[in-house]
């Protein structure tokens, strides 16, 4: 029985899971935090992995493994293989002017026209998730460190280094051992999707200088070895990695409530969208995951339980004790800023408060139909470029939630799976360690609990949307 480990490195923690090769049996898994903040040094991570290992039985007996990645983060390393600084996080906003400048400058001041030009070049118009956008920050406002840069990777790809025996004090041929996968690439900025290659110049005129960067492998290539020899896989951004351990297919919208809300399909076609909702990223089997990413999903749940001062599970209870619209009471979520739609410096809002309507419990629902409201702006979206949703797949932390659950079928128009309680993001990076291994995608299967479709009248979203347009004035 050959054993494989699935990683999956996000905002909040660290996911490890341990698994048959062959049947997807879960043998082991374990769990670690990560420090809070949109900067955080990669050591964090790899002390939560290192613990997360250990909780899951360690990796003596595993055959292969596979990191699976919250996307974009911006990791510089210097030419002897130290972190220059903390990572900006996908969810730092600081680089927001670096990203409209990037955009004007292609466009040569025409925003319309440089926004067409990015996603022709990479099918992604440049927000500040993209580490192209951080690296331009770091150019202009750290310039020693900027200087510094002998090499820039992704949270995922710096993992898979290090588990390949990798880290500070390697130096250059350290540097030349850096591998990353199409799907985090594809979130850069400065690669293409749809012709595989970087985009050296693009990165050169941000940063100042050209740095290493990882080598991008296949879907099943073999990215590096551990030292007690397990063969580490190519590794993922976690949301096409996410797609793997679901098994989403043609007609399959993945819907993750984790401290991103992402709304993302598998597709055979690139998305372009030039206004930007939906980011043109490539999946991990070599097709490509259209993908609508907000900055606001769960973290609102737990801000609003730490409001009311109770549990998330009372959260859950109070927000299914009210009724469908929440009595009239919207809140719009932005309360990190947002990116879809791009409005970085939003902050969050609350409308149609009475008297009447302002009870613990319409509160706790209007925050879940806030969220699921935001959603469905990413699906239509997915929508709009004529992604083929048929079934929506939800998954994610919040996706546990019975008032997600019961949002999403008021809301957003579509059948609905809940997946097994699980780590989708690990459990996909663990399959893909599985294909490293035998050559192929074994067919683990999943189950679910079916949300039919409730017929909704619109309101609830119709009146969301309104107040959600006041923020873009
Ligand atoms: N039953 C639940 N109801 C609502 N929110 C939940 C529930 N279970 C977990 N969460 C939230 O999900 C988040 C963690 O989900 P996860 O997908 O691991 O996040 P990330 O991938 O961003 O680290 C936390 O914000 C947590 O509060
Ligand atoms: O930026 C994106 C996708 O473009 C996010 O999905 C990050 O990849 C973080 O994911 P979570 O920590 O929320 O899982």
Redesign the pocket.
Known sequence: MALVAGI?S???SCKVVIRDADTGALVGQGRAAHPDGTEVHPDAWWDALQQAITQAGGLADVSAISVG????GMVCLDSNGHVVRPAL???DTRSAKAAVDIILDAGNGDPAAGARQWVATTGTVPVA?LTLTKLRWLAENEPENAARVAAVCLPHDWLSWRLAGFGPGTGEAGLAALRTDRSDAS?TGYYSASTGEYLADALREALGHLPVLPAVVGPLDIAGKTPEGALIGPGA???AA?ALGVGAGVGDVVL?L?????VFAVSSTPAADASGLV?G?ADATGHYLP?A?TLN??RVFDATAALLDVSLDDFNELALAAPAGAGGLTLVPYFDGE?TPNLPGATGSLHGITRANYTPANLARAAVEGVVCSLADGLAALQAQAVDARRLILI?GGAQSPAVQQAASQLLGLPAVVPAPGEY?ADGAARQAAAVLAGAFPDWGIGGVELPAQPSDGIVLARYRSHARTHMA
Do not use: M
């Not at 990645?69 to 974009?72: A, D, S, V």
């Not at 984790?258 to 992402?262: A, R, V």
């Open positions: 999956d996000s905002t909040q990645g919250q996307q974009h996080l996908w969810n998730s979130g951004g976690d949301n996410a993750s984790g401290t991103s809300g992402t980011a990223f993908l990413c999903a769960t990116r994610g993001v």
